[in-house]
């Protein structure tokens, strides 16, 4: 294999180190022109089938790997130009990226290839910031695969097959105001969405107003997933929790599971539900021992001694709400 040419083939990389301007503004748009590689119009000479080769550039298994053939030859990165992303993120109306430990918040606008986003994603939770409910299923043809480990999404829509795309490698998810829709543009269940994400071991959630996708039998549709690890020994937090919420049925679970949950229930509680949450309530302070770990339970109106006492509780068994 001959790759004696002068410049390296991670150069796709080093050519985005920011360039800090003289007012120290570090979201500089980065010319496309500057993004731009000419092909090679030479030979490579590889000691294996040109079809195999050209198959093992087209078809990376991973990001590591990719990495490695690109560092190790440029013709992979011809073939398949992908930046590799460590962060994502939407700041300043702007889709901004790390690429390095050297190479921050770089303005995705007039860079021309396609994105491989593994590490932490976040899109929401901006001040400085306008969010379209498109912004992420608008970005995501420039996206070449996912594998994000972290994942923070606001008031967005996407239909399922985006979401199965964004959450394919993920482990903790953050969803505030997330309407995921089937492809005939009907909002699914909340049990639905949290079927979708098997590998999650770290869910937090919170629904919309007057949110219409948890119903009497969300809690028991939940328990009946193959990967009921979800309620098992995983951190799962669920805020402006709807009254058709099943507490009881969820309440009885906790008993049996090693998972740490924190319910923040909605605005609207009508007074035999609140009786029903303060029951769980006084239970779980005037306990002596668990042998599970206590959930932490909140909902407006709420007494603030037994707010305290309730989160007393939860400390002196190793939970942080």
Known sequence: MDISESESP?????????????SGDSSDVIPAKRLRFIAPNRRYDFDFPDSVIYYVAKN????????????????FFWKNPILLIDYLIYKNNEM???FSEYEHDICLKNVPYKFWVSGDCCIGFDANSSFKKDLVSSFLPRIYRCEIADLTLQD?????????????????VCFSDLTVVNRDGKEIAFEKLVELIPEVYCLEHCFKNNDKTVTANTVKDILKLHHRHIFGTCV???FSVPE????????AHIKKSKGMFQLEFADALSDDYRSRLETIIDELIEAENFDYI????FYPGMDDEKCRMLSEVCRENDWWP
């Open 156 to 172: 967005q829509k996407l239909t399922t097959d985006e979401f199965l795309f964004v959450t394919a490698k993920t482990g903790r």
């Open 96 to 98: 901004k990226a790390d």
């Open 294 to 297: 206590p959930p932490f339970i």
């Open 60 to 75: 990376p298994t991973s990001a590591k790997l990719y990495k490695k053939l690109i560092e190790a030859c440029r013709y």
């Open 10 to 22: 991670a150069a796709s990389s080093s050519i985005l180190k920011r360039k800090h301007s003289a």
């Open 236 to 238: 799962f937090r669920l």
């Open 244 to 251: 058709a919420f099943d507490i009881e049925t969820l309440f």
